[in-house]
T-cell receptor, first 111, second 114 residues
Framework: GENVEQHPSTLSVQEGDSAVIKCTYS??????FPWYKQELGKRPQLIID?????GEKKDQRIAVTLNKTAKHFSLHITETQPEDSAVYFC??????????FGTGTRLQVTL | DAGVTQSPTHLIKTRGQHVTLRCSPI?????VSWYQQVLGQGPQFIFQ???????GRGNFPDRFSARQFPNYSSELNVNALLLGDSALYLC?????????????FGPGTRLTVT
Protein backbone atom coordinates (compact mmCIF):
# COMPACT_ATOMS: atom_id res chain seq x y z
CA GLY A 1 0.00 0.00 0.00
CA GLU A 2 0.84 3.67 -0.11
CA ASN A 3 3.34 5.08 2.39
CA VAL A 4 3.83 8.82 2.89
CA GLU A 5 6.82 10.26 4.71
CA GLN A 6 6.86 13.88 5.87
CA HIS A 7 9.69 16.12 7.03
CA PRO A 8 10.47 17.96 9.19
CA SER A 9 8.36 16.97 12.17
CA THR A 10 8.75 20.44 13.68
CA LEU A 11 9.60 23.75 12.03
CA SER A 12 10.12 27.12 13.66
CA VAL A 13 10.37 30.25 11.52
CA GLN A 14 10.28 33.96 12.19
CA GLU A 15 7.32 35.97 11.03
CA GLY A 16 7.81 37.00 7.42
CA ASP A 17 10.15 34.12 6.57
CA SER A 18 9.25 31.22 4.28
CA ALA A 19 8.47 27.68 5.40
CA VAL A 20 8.90 24.51 3.36
CA ILE A 21 7.50 21.08 4.23
CA LYS A 22 8.44 18.04 2.18
CA CYS A 23 6.71 14.71 1.58
CA THR A 24 7.57 11.57 -0.34
CA TYR A 25 5.19 8.84 -1.44
CA SER A 26 5.75 5.25 -2.47
CA UNK A 27 2.92 4.36 -4.87
CA UNK A 28 3.61 5.57 -8.40
CA UNK A 29 -0.13 5.25 -9.13
CA UNK A 30 -0.96 8.06 -6.68
CA UNK A 31 -2.40 11.03 -8.53
CA UNK A 32 -3.89 13.39 -5.95
CA PHE A 33 -1.95 15.21 -3.24
CA PRO A 34 -3.81 17.44 -0.76
CA TRP A 35 -2.42 19.42 2.15
CA TYR A 36 -4.33 19.95 5.37
CA LYS A 37 -3.83 22.43 8.20
CA GLN A 38 -4.96 21.39 11.66
CA GLU A 39 -5.06 23.87 14.51
CA LEU A 40 -5.09 22.58 18.07
CA GLY A 41 -8.40 20.89 18.85
CA LYS A 42 -9.86 21.58 15.43
CA ARG A 43 -10.63 19.66 12.25
CA PRO A 44 -8.09 19.22 9.43
CA GLN A 45 -8.74 21.97 6.90
CA LEU A 46 -7.96 21.48 3.21
CA ILE A 47 -5.69 24.35 2.20
CA ILE A 48 -4.39 23.36 -1.23
CA ASP A 49 -4.14 20.29 -3.43
CA UNK A 50 -2.41 19.22 -6.62
CA UNK A 51 -3.01 16.51 -9.18
CA UNK A 52 -0.40 14.50 -11.00
CA UNK A 53 -0.89 16.30 -14.32
CA UNK A 54 0.30 19.58 -12.77
CA GLY A 55 3.79 20.44 -11.51
CA GLU A 56 2.98 23.49 -9.39
CA LYS A 57 -0.04 25.27 -7.97
CA LYS A 58 -0.26 28.57 -6.10
CA ASP A 59 -2.90 30.19 -3.93
CA GLN A 60 -1.82 33.54 -2.51
CA ARG A 61 0.99 32.82 -0.01
CA ILE A 62 0.77 29.04 -0.39
CA ALA A 63 2.22 26.92 -3.18
CA VAL A 64 2.63 23.21 -3.75
CA THR A 65 5.11 21.54 -6.11
CA LEU A 66 5.07 17.96 -7.34
CA ASN A 67 7.91 15.90 -8.79
CA LYS A 68 6.38 12.68 -10.10
CA THR A 69 9.69 11.18 -11.15
CA ALA A 70 11.14 11.52 -7.67
CA LYS A 71 7.76 10.88 -6.02
CA HIS A 72 7.90 13.88 -3.77
CA PHE A 73 5.84 17.00 -3.23
CA SER A 74 6.33 20.08 -1.11
CA LEU A 75 4.33 22.84 0.55
CA HIS A 76 5.73 26.36 0.45
CA ILE A 77 4.38 29.13 2.65
CA THR A 78 5.77 32.61 2.04
CA GLU A 79 5.58 35.68 4.28
CA THR A 80 4.56 33.55 7.24
CA GLN A 81 2.22 35.00 9.85
CA PRO A 82 1.47 33.92 13.44
CA GLU A 83 -1.88 32.52 12.30
CA ASP A 84 0.00 30.05 10.07
CA SER A 85 1.09 28.24 13.26
CA ALA A 86 -0.51 24.79 13.18
CA VAL A 87 0.16 21.16 12.28
CA TYR A 88 0.32 20.55 8.54
CA PHE A 89 -0.38 17.14 7.00
CA CYS A 90 0.36 16.01 3.47
CA UNK A 91 -1.59 13.15 1.95
CA UNK A 92 -1.62 11.03 -1.19
CA UNK A 93 -4.29 9.07 -3.00
CA UNK A 94 -4.45 6.95 -6.11
CA UNK A 95 -6.72 4.15 -7.18
CA UNK A 96 -7.72 3.30 -3.63
CA UNK A 97 -10.60 4.98 -1.87
CA UNK A 98 -8.50 6.47 0.86
CA UNK A 99 -6.16 9.29 1.62
CA UNK A 100 -2.84 8.19 3.16
CA PHE A 101 -1.49 10.88 5.45
CA GLY A 102 1.99 11.84 6.49
CA THR A 103 2.95 12.12 10.13
CA GLY A 104 2.53 15.89 10.28
CA THR A 105 4.72 18.97 10.68
CA ARG A 106 4.24 21.30 13.60
CA LEU A 107 4.91 24.81 12.28
CA GLN A 108 5.55 27.59 14.76
CA VAL A 109 5.78 31.17 13.53
CA THR A 110 7.50 33.40 16.06
CA LEU A 111 7.29 37.17 16.26
CA ASP B 1 -24.50 26.23 3.89
CA ALA B 2 -23.62 23.75 6.64
CA GLY B 3 -20.36 21.86 6.59
CA VAL B 4 -19.77 18.33 7.81
CA THR B 5 -21.32 17.72 11.21
CA GLN B 6 -20.53 14.98 13.70
CA SER B 7 -22.04 13.87 16.98
CA PRO B 8 -21.34 13.56 19.77
CA THR B 9 -18.41 15.93 20.29
CA HIS B 10 -16.93 13.99 23.16
CA LEU B 11 -17.58 10.53 24.54
CA ILE B 12 -16.20 8.54 27.46
CA LYS B 13 -16.68 4.78 27.43
CA THR B 14 -15.42 1.81 29.42
CA ARG B 15 -13.43 -1.08 27.96
CA GLY B 16 -15.70 -3.71 26.42
CA GLN B 17 -18.54 -1.30 25.69
CA HIS B 18 -19.94 -0.38 22.31
CA VAL B 19 -20.05 3.08 20.70
CA THR B 20 -21.90 4.66 17.76
CA LEU B 21 -20.62 7.82 16.11
CA ARG B 22 -22.64 9.84 13.62
CA CYS B 23 -21.82 12.03 10.65
CA SER B 24 -23.79 14.20 8.24
CA PRO B 25 -21.99 15.18 5.03
CA ILE B 26 -22.07 18.47 3.20
CA UNK B 27 -25.35 18.93 1.37
CA UNK B 28 -25.05 17.35 -2.08
CA UNK B 29 -22.12 15.13 -1.14
CA UNK B 30 -22.76 11.42 -1.48
CA UNK B 31 -19.53 9.99 -0.09
CA VAL B 32 -18.49 9.69 3.54
CA SER B 33 -15.14 8.44 4.82
CA TRP B 34 -14.13 7.70 8.39
CA TYR B 35 -10.66 8.25 9.81
CA GLN B 36 -9.07 7.62 13.21
CA GLN B 37 -6.56 10.16 14.46
CA VAL B 38 -4.47 9.17 17.44
CA LEU B 39 -2.84 12.07 19.30
CA GLY B 40 0.28 13.23 17.51
CA GLN B 41 -0.35 11.25 14.32
CA GLY B 42 -2.01 11.74 10.96
CA PRO B 43 -5.52 10.43 10.31
CA GLN B 44 -5.77 6.71 9.45
CA PHE B 45 -8.41 5.54 6.99
CA ILE B 46 -11.14 3.27 8.34
CA PHE B 47 -13.99 3.16 5.77
CA GLN B 48 -15.45 4.90 2.76
CA UNK B 49 -19.10 4.72 1.75
CA UNK B 50 -20.71 6.00 -1.43
CA UNK B 51 -24.38 5.68 -2.28
CA UNK B 52 -24.81 3.41 0.76
CA UNK B 53 -22.19 0.93 -0.42
CA UNK B 54 -18.79 0.29 1.13
CA UNK B 55 -16.12 1.43 -1.32
CA GLY B 56 -13.03 0.97 0.80
CA ARG B 57 -11.87 -0.46 4.11
CA GLY B 58 -8.67 0.26 5.99
CA ASN B 59 -6.61 -2.02 8.17
CA PHE B 60 -8.91 -2.09 11.19
CA PRO B 61 -10.36 -5.13 13.01
CA ASP B 62 -13.90 -6.41 12.48
CA ARG B 63 -14.92 -4.65 15.70
CA PHE B 64 -15.22 -1.57 13.49
CA SER B 65 -18.23 -1.34 11.19
CA ALA B 66 -20.12 1.42 9.44
CA ARG B 67 -23.13 2.10 7.30
CA GLN B 68 -24.59 4.89 5.21
CA PHE B 69 -28.22 5.88 5.12
CA PRO B 70 -30.43 7.01 2.18
CA ASN B 71 -29.87 10.66 3.19
CA TYR B 72 -26.08 10.00 2.94
CA SER B 73 -25.47 10.38 6.67
CA SER B 74 -23.32 7.68 8.21
CA GLU B 75 -22.67 5.81 11.42
CA LEU B 76 -19.43 4.28 12.66
CA ASN B 77 -19.81 1.50 15.21
CA VAL B 78 -17.05 0.10 17.38
CA ASN B 79 -17.66 -2.99 19.51
CA ALA B 80 -15.70 -4.38 22.46
CA LEU B 81 -13.81 -1.14 23.01
CA LEU B 82 -10.13 -1.28 23.89
CA LEU B 83 -8.00 1.39 25.52
CA GLY B 84 -6.20 1.77 22.18
CA ASP B 85 -9.42 2.89 20.53
CA SER B 86 -9.11 6.23 22.32
CA ALA B 87 -8.71 8.76 19.51
CA LEU B 88 -10.33 11.53 17.52
CA TYR B 89 -12.71 10.01 14.96
CA LEU B 90 -13.07 12.16 11.88
CA CYS B 91 -15.67 12.00 9.18
CA UNK B 92 -14.85 13.37 5.73
CA UNK B 93 -17.33 14.29 3.04
CA UNK B 94 -16.74 14.32 -0.71
CA UNK B 95 -18.90 14.61 -3.77
CA UNK B 96 -17.72 11.39 -5.38
CA UNK B 97 -16.21 8.08 -4.35
CA UNK B 98 -12.50 7.37 -4.36
CA UNK B 99 -9.64 9.19 -2.72
CA UNK B 100 -8.86 11.56 -5.56
CA UNK B 101 -11.54 14.08 -4.78
CA UNK B 102 -11.54 16.90 -2.25
CA UNK B 103 -12.43 15.56 1.18
CA UNK B 104 -13.73 17.96 3.82
CA PHE B 105 -13.53 16.97 7.44
CA GLY B 106 -16.01 17.37 10.25
CA PRO B 107 -14.99 18.53 13.74
CA GLY B 108 -14.56 14.97 14.95
CA THR B 109 -15.70 12.95 17.94
CA ARG B 110 -13.14 12.57 20.69
CA LEU B 111 -13.52 9.10 22.18
CA THR B 112 -11.88 8.25 25.47
CA VAL B 113 -11.89 4.62 26.60
CA THR B 114 -11.13 4.01 30.28
Amino acid sequence: GENVEQHPSTLSVQEGDSAVIKCTYSDSASNYFPWYKQELGKRPQLIIDIRSNVGEKKDQRIAVTLNKTAKHFSLHITETQPEDSAVYFCAASGTASKLTFGTGTRLQVTL
Amino acid sequence: DAGVTQSPTHLIKTRGQHVTLRCSPISGHKSVSWYQQVLGQGPQFIFQYYEKEERGRGNFPDRFSARQFPNYSSELNVNALLLGDSALYLCASSSLAGGSYEQYFGPGTRLTVT
